[in-house]
């Protein structure tokens, strides 16, 4: 269901609206959220987008279901599929979007609280948000270690490896375990800080929500720790998570940059904003 009522805290409920509701000076506190959307313009692509997402394009590496290929348990017994993919999607081949800049440019204007993420390319920080505003929900590959021993192994021979395409082992003679980048697959733990940084999502003036299904959990309970009448905008192809339910939510649909785009024209920052991605 969507909300017809009137706002309660936005003068308009769509984007001319939240621009206005930044511009007062009322929303100081900005958090914004992420998924694989953001950076399929990037040319990574995401998981669930029928024809061009992961799961429908999996079928070459020969998995029992799209999802085994982060699935920790199947990682254990084949972990080949995942050096696959891994090749294709390491970080540094891609260029942050437009909308990875704006995130950048609220955190420029002292305007952003916290960037959860559930990517793993590092576009965000790529595009210039500072690394102690982001919390990589399902962490990143900046970092590896042993499944079995988790003695980190080291990052330049994780690029040898994934260029080759060969899979990493533990260095340690006894244990041999195999190596994994520091990403949570499914059936692991999400990093401990999430968990002490979701009290930011009831603190937020407002939310930002952009190219994600909100289909997996835990993340996807954050849109749901929103304070009643602290507006929720979603930027994303089509509608999810039940946002629009609510009196302040915002949906902003089709691409994300395009929206972003008449977003930072309604916010009078659209010049900075192209010069910003221009630079990164
Ligand atoms: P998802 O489930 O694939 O959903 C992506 C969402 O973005 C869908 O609702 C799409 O319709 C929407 N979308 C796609 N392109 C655009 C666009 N240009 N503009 C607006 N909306 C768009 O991905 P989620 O992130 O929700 O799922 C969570 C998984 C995906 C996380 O664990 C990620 O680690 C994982 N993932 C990450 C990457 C990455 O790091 N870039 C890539 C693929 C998957």
Known sequence: S??????????SKDLDGVAEYINSGRAKRIVVLTGAGISTAAGIPDF???????YDNLSRLDLPYAE????????????????ILARELYPG????????????????????????TQNI???????????DKVV????SFATQRCIECK????????????????VPRCEDKECKGLVKPDIVFFGEML???????????????????????????????????????KPRVLFNLQRVGGIGAKSDDVLALGDCDAQVRKFADALGWRDELEKLWKSV
């Open 68 to 83: 085994a290929v982060f699935d920790i348990s199947y990682f254990r017994e084949h972990p080949e599929p995942f050096y």
């Open 93 to 116: 081949k891609f260029h942050p979007t437009v909308s990875h800049a704006f995130i950048a440019l609220l955190a420029q204007k002292n305007l952003l609280d916290t960037l959860f």
């Open 191 to 229: 990093p401990k800080h999430f968990d002490r940084e979701t009290y930011r999502l009831g603190m937020a003036d407002l939310v930002l929500i952009i190219g994600t299904s909100l289909s997996v959990y835990p993340f996807a309970a954050l849109p749901g720790m929103v304070q009643e009448g």
């Open 2 to 11: 969507i909300s017809n009522g009137p706002p309660v805290t936005l003068p």
């Open 121 to 131: 390319d590092c576009l965000e920080r790529r595009a210039g948000v500072p690394g």
């Open 48 to 54: 669930r987008s029928p024809g061009t997402g992961l």
């Open 136 to 139: 990589e929900a399902h962490g």
């Open 151 to 166: 003695k980190e192994f080291d990052g330049d021979k994780m690029v040898e490896h994934v260029e080759r395409g060969d």
